[in-house]
């Protein structure tokens, strides 16, 4: 009972306050403000009294009372959770105090004006119980005129949906029919969802884990989203090695670097070379037991137009971990541990006089459901012995990278004449040629054609000094993660550490991407005020990156070359697909980085690939063409 009162209470006090500023906008004539009769017609639908309803709109009529102002805060939970919080209040500072307050001491932060709103669509909701429609269908085309923009319908309600702009219109056309919706409301509707769809996700057991990539504010929100089954069939005693599952990706082998020009690691292959370590968590429940792994590596090397690819094996089943407290840091519900590798990448199999060379390096958990007959043949292709891994690619070949390729950020600069820059270390002694920048601009705000101001600079006492080179360049946008390259009209001879980045030209902010699988933050510097700053407040790696030599190389991983002459048809597709007869094909994986099994013939000018047990989802192919390496996704949809 009293929880019935209590729901009441709350419901009562929520549609009094509609009221109130539904008088204080539109006057307290129900005939002339709608709103007003959307707050009435929702009144009813909670059973609200009469005198109460009176009494809230005397209320507000009155000149002397409180002006309430409607205010909607953005912010996020713990582990990320996206949260809109609609107020009404007639103090907006103690509001905003009082809400930072909840979102602290619940694990949270308040982020600013815009940070989140733009992942959901204002629309106006409407339900209808199911006996005032007698023909939906024609409901349905009757109200397109008045802003519809969706039906659905259940047992018992329909449900309308119609832009926030709409909503009086629709409000209207429903008066006119004589319908009285059980509700009224402007609601906020994400723009994106994930489905699931796959029949191996559903059982008991199921799991996501989700890890939010972005700050708690900006135009970004990007989420890695990873299958984690843990512990399934397990009882209480069981002395098998429980689930654990990985949290963070593996670190650079290359002492903070993706990717070093080859001829610059030549000098320095001892020096730079570091053990990488990778974040796990799942260890609390676990009473900390010992827990086994394996590291391999996956090297392609590109010499004179061939490739030619080999796995090493870097620890097999490598001897128990056991977790010490004074490497794990405690976040509750869950414990982190940080693991370091126990052995270095090896050197020497690298072949330094190479073109370029790809180092994959792949890291996977041993599992504690070790029995195959009875977790395997339910849930093919997931391995359960070893179900959780990661994997991350570094390359020797022209160019030095401190992203991994993948933006899940943008940042930039919003005032015309300000400077942007990253800071570079020369590994070698002797001077080398810088020719080109390459930058990843996403498709993302003002997609108008922009310039800006490319600029390299020397170093002086730890910030930017004097400019070594500038030209105006026209920004090219990308949606697939791919950089531009911007060919230097003056090579620069580099020693010792400088900068790259560019001027504003224009006070529009165009974003470059920004990786935060890494973070080279401390690199980045901005000049606003007329003298250089560090960077303190985005961690990630911008994708901005300096190429020496003649510029005109190749690389061996994507996101460097022009567009390939080849394409990938019908895509999306089914389980076959076609490509040029000219593309030799590299590797074809799932998004985890698990080989896809496929047949392949040659039929004209073109090689048909099927795929073999594969399921609906996406697929990366990576093919050679005229010495390029390239690579595309392949969306199957299966039959």
Do not use: C
Request: proline share 5%; glycine share 6%; net charge negative.
């Amino acid at each position: 009972m009293f929880a019935r009162y209590d729901k009441m209470a709350k419901a009562f006090t929520r549609i009094g306050k509609d009221i109130v500023m539904a008088v204080k906008a539109g006057g307290a004539d129900p005939a002339n403000n709608p709103r007003l009769r959307q707050g009435i017609a929702n009144a009813r639908g909670v059973n609200m009294p009469k005198d109460r309803v009176e009494s809230a709109i005397k209320r507000a009529s009155d000149k002397d009372n409180s002006t309430y102002e409607e205010v909607v805060y953005e912010g996020y939970g713990p582990y990320g959770v996206a949260i809109l919080v609609e107020t009404a209040t007639d103090n907006t500072t103690r509001t905003v105090a009082n809400i930072r307050l909840y979102f602290n001491r619940g694990g949270g932060a308040l982020g600013t004006s815009g940070s989140l709103s733009f992942v959901f669509d204002r629309k106006g909701v409407f339900r209808i119980a199911k006996d005032q429609v007698a023909n939906p269908e024609e409901l349905e085309l009757e109200l397109i005129d008045a802003g519809l923009h969706a039906m659905e319908q259940d047992e018992n309600e329909v449900i309308l949906y119609t832009a926030f702009t709409d909503f009086g219109n629709m409000q209207k056309a429903l008066e006119d029919r004589s319908i009285t919706p059980l509700s009224a409301e402007v609601e906020w509707i994400p723009t994106v969802t994930v489905p699931v769809s796959e029949d191996r996700f559903f059982h008991a057991e199921f799991q996501f884990k989700f890890e939010n990539f972005a700050r708690l504010s900006g135009p970004y929100d990007m989420w890695h989203l990873d299958y984690v089954y843990l512990n399934s069939g397990r009882v209480a005693g069981e002395r098998s090695m429980p689930d654990r599952t990985i949290s963070m990706n593996l670190t650079s082998i290359f002492d903070g670097y993706h990717a070093i020009p080859i001829s610059h690691y030549r000098d320095t292959a001892d020096e730079l070379t570091v053990i990488p370590t990778i974040k796990l968590f799942g260890l609390l429940e676990n009473n900390f037991q010992p827990f086994r792994y394996t590291t391999t590596a996956d090297v392609k090397t590109l010499k004179a137009e061939t490739i030619e690819s080999k796995r090493i094996i870097i620890e097999d089943d490598a001897a128990p971990v056991n977790p010490v407290s004074g490497n794990t840091e405690i976040i509750l519900p869950f414990q982190i541990l940080n693991l370091t590798l126990q052995k270095q990448f090896p050197n020497d199999s690298i072949d330094l006089t190479a073109d370029s060379v790809s180092i994959k390096m792949n890291f996977g958990l041993n599992t504690g459901d070790d029995n195959p007959l009875i977790y395997l043949p339910s849930y093919e292709p997931i391995n359960f012995l070893r179900n959780d891994s990661t994997n991350r690619t570094f390359t020797l070949s022209s160019y030095y990278a401190k992203d991994d390729g993948v933006a899940e950020f943008g940042a930039g600069l919003n005032q015309s004449g300000a400077e942007l820059a990253v800071s570079f270390d020369l590994l070698k002694s002797d001077p080398d040629t810088l020719a080109a920048i390459d930058i990843y601009f996403p498709k993302f705000g003002d997609q108008n054609n922009r310039t800006l101001m490319l600029k390299v600079w020397n170093h002086n006492d730890s910030v930017p000094g004097g400019t070594l080179t500038q030209q105006t360049i026209t920004v090219n946008r990308s949606a697939s993660n791919m950089f531009h390259r911007y060919q230097l009209s003056e090579p620069v001879l580099i020693t010792g550490k400088f900068y790259v980045g560019w001027k504003q030209t224009s006070a529009i902010m165009v974003p470059a991407g920004l990786d935060k699988n890494s973070d080279s933050g401390k690199s980045i510097f901005f000049n606003i005020t007329g003298s250089w700053e560090q960077d303190s407040t985005f961690q990630g790696s911008l994708m901005i990156r300096p190429v020496f030599g003649k510029g005109n190389g190749t690389a061996i991983t994507t996101g460097l070359l022009n567009k390939p002459e080849t394409h990938v048809w019908p895509n999306p597709t089914s389980d076959q697909f076609s490509i040029s007869s000219s593309a030799q094909i590299i590797d074809l994986v799932d998004l985890s980085g698990r080989p896809i099994a496929y047949q392949i013939f040659l039929s004209g000018n073109q090689q048909i690939i099927t795929l073999q047990n594969a399921t609906p989802g996406i697929y990366i192919l990576r093919w050679m063409e005229k010495n390029n390496i390239y690579t595309t996704k392949v969306i199957a949809r299966m039959h």
